[in-house]
């Protein structure tokens, strides 16, 4: 079964608008760590936030905001304000509790494209 | 925030030959080393978790002999593709763990890897 799934596999948004990217995670683990990460054509990984399961508030990085819906397993990423240099894939991952290793898994990926 | 350093970044070479990607932590010491590979467009997919002394941990269907993992150090890691075939051009991207970090996971800068 997909422990991380991201059904857009693309989206529009018009340059200084707010996107939404979605994320749901399957876990039994009460402790686990949810990322979204940033990776431009050149294939580098930036990190752009990070919620744990524990954490009681949502994540907040500069434009980037995780909506935490831990009932639902969900954790979307919202960027706001987008900038013509948001256009990329996003990835959403997850690292479940410390008895697995502390590797990730990845959902499929958004490919997210700034109109301007 | 801490920078793990991967090399070449792009490599050609022919197949039937063997090709070594090097991952370093420059300012921390990983006990844990990840090797991620992703083809255009999909999603990074975990082959191997590497430890410092000890053996690599494949994932299913990922050859141990095929892909050779060593992890000599706490700042070093290295995956060598043994008889490379046009079917193992891929991207390669590693990622490295800081024990005293958990809110996030420090990339490589990936290698292409192209076999002819």
């Known amino acids: 079964a997909q422990k991380i799934t991201q059904t857009q596999p693309g989206m529009f948004v018009q340059e200084k608008e707010a996107v939404t990217l979605d994320c749901t995670y399957d876990t039994s683990d009460p402790s686990y760590g949810l990322f979204w990460y940033k990776q431009p054509s050149s294939g580098e990984m930036i990190f752009l936030i990070y919620?744990?399961?524990?954490?009681?508030q949502n994540a907040t990085e500069g434009r980037y905001s995780l909506n935490f819906q831990k009932a639902r397993k969900s954790a979307n990423l919202v960027i706001s304000a987008s900038q013509l240099g948001d256009s990329a894939m996003y990835f959403c991952a997850m690292r479940e509790g410390i008895n697995q290793g502390g590797k990730l898994i990845f959902g499929q990926g958004t490919e997210l494209s700034v109109k301007p | 925030g801490a920078v793990v350093s991967q090399h070449p970044s792009r490599v050609i070479c022919k197949s039937g030959t063997s090709v070594k990607i090097e991952c370093r932590s420059l300012?921390?010491?990983?006990?844990?080393m990840f090797w991620y590979r992703q083809f255009p467009k999909q999603s990074l997919m975990l082959m191997a978790t590497s430890n410092e002394g000890s053996k690599a941990t494949y994932e299913q269907g990922v050859e141990k002999d095929k892909f050779l993992i060593n992890h000599a150090s706490l700042t070093l890691s290295t995956l060598t593709v043994t008889s490379a075939h046009p079917e193992d051009s891929s991207f390669y991207i590693c990622s490295a763990r800081a024990a005293t970090v958990n809110t996030e996971a420090f990339f490589g800068q990936g290698t292409r890897l192209t076999v002819v």
């Open positions: 300012d921390f010491q990983a006990t844990t």
């Open positions: 919620q744990g399961s524990y954490d009681q």
